[in-house]
């Protein structure tokens, strides 16, 4: 760093000038929202600024997290690096009614702000005011689930982790095109109905079209909820009924054990067959929870669940073990053992 | 009479109610089914089990849920007008639906099954009123109602804030989207076994609120003059307030906060009974029952998606409000 | 209008009471029988505690000291519904926030000595009309009382007493903000009342009308009580003048009757 480039120069400059931003050695980045941010070179302390950014940067470069934006539950602790276990949980700035204090972000010694996700006027606007405030580069990459490779070249740029991030893209590549190829198998008429039941009593659901249940339509399941918006309802058990799902998908675990003897969900095509599937959400969702890499290994996950013959067996058989096991190795760094495998797929 | 006019309205709704939903049904399935269902249980098979499941679990309970809450409210809405002396004053009052509301986010965010949840609602509705009624009986203000309802606006906004810490707690993407409904109030997922526990709540505070219906009006007259006219004033709106919040609380423990109906349907039954309450409380009941039953079935039937009732509620109540005040504010106090 | 003597037990009495709230004392030593048929009227300027006696009277406070005697049993040991049966209230004005008509209102009334969980029927509909009609307001009945006059409210609270069928009625200014011919109705109507047999306690700030409704009087001020006794003992112009701390004047009236400025 002894000889600045003009770039840092400037930087220098437009701190000195506009705002406390560091005077550092950086690079101009164009962000999801058409911003032009200056960040730090190989940044060494980063905040995410939601859950999903959360995730990428845990897989990308874990030991430039500076903290959480909510604490890591006990159950997820075994699945984490142990560096990061003890990490503060320090909030959320993405969308309304932030929990993160500025000021608290500023003592954590953050060069640089990342988030990931949805990409409109509000989140840009965001993006500008926070790094105006606080005088801290604030980068939005766009967080859709086609985008995933693409996404995380970018942030791996960012980071300064090229190599990692090309690792990572290239799995992400390879998922896409293996739910491709099985998807071409499938003919329309053999696609699951498909009902992704949230909250205690089962009854909220992501619609379709909402990012929350993306995965699902990617893997070739129809989510049944059809409905005006494109954000979580709530439905009632005799709208289920009338649809008739295939499938039950959850991510409540009461719900998941009781719902075989609750009387309202009787008859339902998917309890009547047992398919309802509890999905894995530790340390992160396998459906979302939040929406971002962690739903890679959904792919393969649903894939098991929505078409157990054409990829050798449902969750107990085939290879969905293995490729728990190898996922979570190349992105959260910790391999599962076959006590942990059983604790996730809960058997 | 009206009040059979009431009834016939009650009668008309339960069917409406049973006979719509988004599981298509035919009327003859619904007869088979009830029937069905009465004489031997879910006995049938293929489409005939799923409307027997359909009616007996998932659209028979919400109905009767439905009436229930409706003439429920209605009725501690309509005492409590009369022992407040105030006629805009609703079941909330004492803060009631503040506290089982805290309770009950309280109980989502814990992460407790359903039925915890509920009775922490419950409980924490019935511990809300006590509190301010304890509150106001170690203050012994002079003018003993208003520090009541003073107390009940504090606890009740300290139950408030309660939710606010619980809502920035919750998990923003599981717990929070829940919170958030329940508080909306709506009968989806109330279950068979979700009524037989509320039923008991409601109807043991209903019963004082029916047989001692007369005395309860002469509260309107004032403590004093209801005294001077042979009634034990303080006693009697004690009976009344446990009766009320008891409903209340049950009521939002099944159902979620559910607002306007103890405000609106008391003023409905008023403008079709007058003011006598021995003669509104048995036209709230019906009117109340009747209306939630309707909100209801409109709730499951606009939209594939729930809306919730609290917003429906506001929506259809609101003109229905304004034309019966339009066409006889007589009966409302001028 | 002929006046019933003193005959029998008085209904109402007052053995050196004092009242007031919790132990302080607002007037003290408060004397007086009332019987069947007489009027007493309670004179005295504002604050110096006149509803805190008739709150008294009525068993809705306990007495600082001395005792009420309401048919000669101690007020302390009868129960709400039995003072009900024998003193009924007519209060200052009507204070309901529902259009009641008037019927109801005095329905309400006739109902008093009813079971707890009894509604009205028949017989009470039978006596509120009765108390009505006694009055002469019976066309009123299906009026709603807000929309009444400020007499006719009156009248109406007074048909409520009445069919409460106590002998004792206690009446805090029954006519304070009423107009001439309201004034002279409700007058008219107590002095009927008292005819017919009914003890009546009544609280006035005019001394003309003390003395023309009275049999007795009992003026109170800040200062205590200042006398009490007979309405031609008491109504004269020594003592009102210290009641009302300023000289009052006592004229005869070509009708004999008394009138004070």
């Known amino acids: 760093m002894s000889f600045p480039t003009r770039r840092a120069m400037l930087a220098a400059v437009f701190a000195a000038l506009a705002a406390p931003v560091l005077a550092f050695d950086g690079q101009s980045v164009t962000d999801a929202t058409g911003r032009e941010v200056l960040v730090p070179l190989n940044p060494a302390k980063v905040f995410a600024a939601g859950p999903p950014a959360s995730v990428l940067l845990y897989a990308l470069k874990p030991e430039a997290m500076v903290g959480w934006v909510m604490a890591p539950k006990p159950v997820d602790l075994p699945y984490l690096l142990p560096e990061t276990r003890g990490l503060p949980a320090l909030g959320r700035l993405t969308g309304k009614g932030d929990t993160l204090n500025l000021e608290v972000l500023l003592t954590t010694g953050a060069e640089l702000i990342v988030d990931f996700g949805t990409v409109n006027a509000t989140y840009r606007d965001l993006a500008t005011r926070v790094q105006d405030q606080a005088g801290l580069p604030y980068v939005l990459i766009d967080g859709s689930f086609a985008a995933t490779p693409q996404a995380i070249r970018e942030m791996a740029a960012i980071l300064g982790v090229e190599a990692r991030g090309e690792q990572l893209a290239t799995y992400a590549e390879a998922a896409y095109a293996e739910a491709d190829a099985l998807l071409a198998q499938v003919p329309d008429a053999d696609r699951p109905r498909v009902y992704l039941a949230r909250g205690p009593e089962g009854l909220e659901s992501p619609a379709r079209g909402s990012i929350n249940a993306e995965i699902i339509e990617r893997m070739g399941g129809i989510n049944v909820v059809e409905a005006e918006t494109r954000g979580l309802v709530t439905v009632s058990p005799e709208q289920i009924q009338a649809w008739a799902p295939d499938i039950i998908l959850t991510v409540d675990r009461d719900f998941a054990a009781n719902v075989r003897r609750m009387p309202e969900w009787q008859g339902i095509p998917a309890v009547d067959q047992g398919r309802v599937y509890l999905a894995p959400g530790e340390p992160f969702g396998f459906i979302d929870a939040p929406p971002s890499v962690n739903r890679l290994i959904g792919l393969k996950y649903l894939a098991h669940v929505f078409y157990p013959d054409l990829v050798g067996g449902d969750l107990e058989q085939g290879d969905l073990r293995q490729e728990i096991a190898d996922f979570y190795t190349l992105f959260y760094q910790v391999t599962p053992d076959a006590a942990a495998l059983d604790a996730l797929l809960g058997e | ?334 | 209008m002929e006046r019933l003597t003193a005959t029998g037990a008085p209904l109402l009495s007052a053995r050196d009471l004092a009242v007031g709230h919790g132990a302080r004392a607002l007037i003290r030593g408060i004397g007086f029988d009332l019987h069947a048929g007489r009027v007493l009227c309670l004179l005295g300027p504002n604050g110096a505690g006149k509803t805190t006696l008739f709150r008294t009277l009525l068993g809705l406070i306990p007495p600082v000291a001395g005792k009420v005697l309401l048919g000669g049993a101690d007020l302390d040991g009868l129960s709400r519904s039995q003072i009900a049966a024998r003193l009924a209230h007519v209060p200052q004005a009507l204070a309901s926030p529902f259009a009641y008509t008037a019927r109801d209102i005095v329905l309400m009334g006739a109902s008093v000595g009813l079971g707890a969980f009894a509604r009205p029927g028949r017989a009470e509909e039978a006596r509120a009309m009765a108390a009505l009609d006694r009055l002469g307001i019976a066309d009123l009945a299906d009026e709603d009382v807000t929309r009444l006059s400020g007499g006719q409210r009156q009248m109406v609270l007074i048909a409520r007493a009445l069919a409460q069928e106590a002998q004792v009625l206690v009446m805090d200014e029954p006519t304070a903000s009423l107009d001439f011919a309201n004034v002279k109705a409700v007058e008219a109507a107590i002095l009927g009342l008292a005819a017919a047999g009914q003890a009546v306690v009544v609280s006035t700030h005019d001394p003309g009308q003390a003395a023309m409704l009275g049999d007795e009087a009992l003026l109170v001020s800040r200062a205590g009580v200042i006398a009490s006794g007979p309405v031609s003992d008491v109504m004269q112009e020594a003592a009102l003048s210290r009641l009302y701390g300023l000289p009052v004047r006592r004229i005869e009236g070509p009708d004999g009757r008394p009138h004070f400025y």
């Open chain 2, 1 to 334: 009479m009206r009040l059979s006019l009431l009834a016939l309205a009650l009668v008309f709704a339960l069917i409406l109610g049973i006979g719509l939903g988004p599981y298509p049904l035919s009327p003859g399935q619904i007869f088979d089914a009830l029937t069905g269902g009465l004489t031997g249980g879910l006995t049938g098979a293929g489409d005939d089990r799923q409307a027997q499941v359909v009616l007996w679990n998932i659209r028979g309970p919400r109905v009767i849920s439905a009436a229930l809450i409706g003439a429920g409210l209605a009725a501690a809405g309509a005492a409590y007008q009369v022992v407040f002396r105030n006629p805009l004053v609703s079941p909330d009052i004492l803060g009631v639906s503040a506290g089982a509301g805290f309770g009950a986010v309280l109980g989502i965010l814990l992460g407790l099954p359903v039925m915890a949840i509920q009775l922490m609602g419950f409980g924490f509705g019935l511990a809300t009123v006590a509190l301010v009624i304890g509150l106001t009986l170690a203050l012994r203000g002079g003018a003993q109602l208003l520090v009541m309802v003073l107390c009940g606006i504090v606890i009740g906004a300290l139950a408030g804030a309660g939710i606010s810490l619980v809502k920035l707690l919750a998990d923003p993407d599981e717990q929070l989207p829940a919170i958030t409904f329940w508080l909306m109030g709506s009968l989806a997922g109330v279950k068979r076994v979700d009524l037989l526990a509320a039923a008991p709540a409601v109807i043991l505070g209903l019963v004082p609120l029916i047989a001692l219906r007369w005395r309860i009006g002469l509260l309107a007259m004032g403590d004093d003059e209801a005294r001077a006219m042979g009634i034990e004033a303080g006693r009697l709106r004690f009976v009344v307030i446990a009766a009320a919040t008891l409903i209340t609380a049950a009521a939002v423990a099944l159902a979620g906060v559910i607002g306007w109906i103890g405000l609106m349907v008391p003023h409905m039954a008023r403008l079709v009974a007058g003011p006598r309450f021995d003669r509104m409380l048995p036209a709230a009941l019906l009117a109340g029952a009747s209306f939630m039953v309707l909100v209801d079935t409109a709730a499951r039937m606009i939209a594939p998606m729930e809306v919730p009732l609290g917003i429906l509620t506001a929506v259809l109540g609101a003109p229905v409000f304004v034309v019966l005040l339009a066409r006889g504010a007589r009966a409302w106090n001028g």
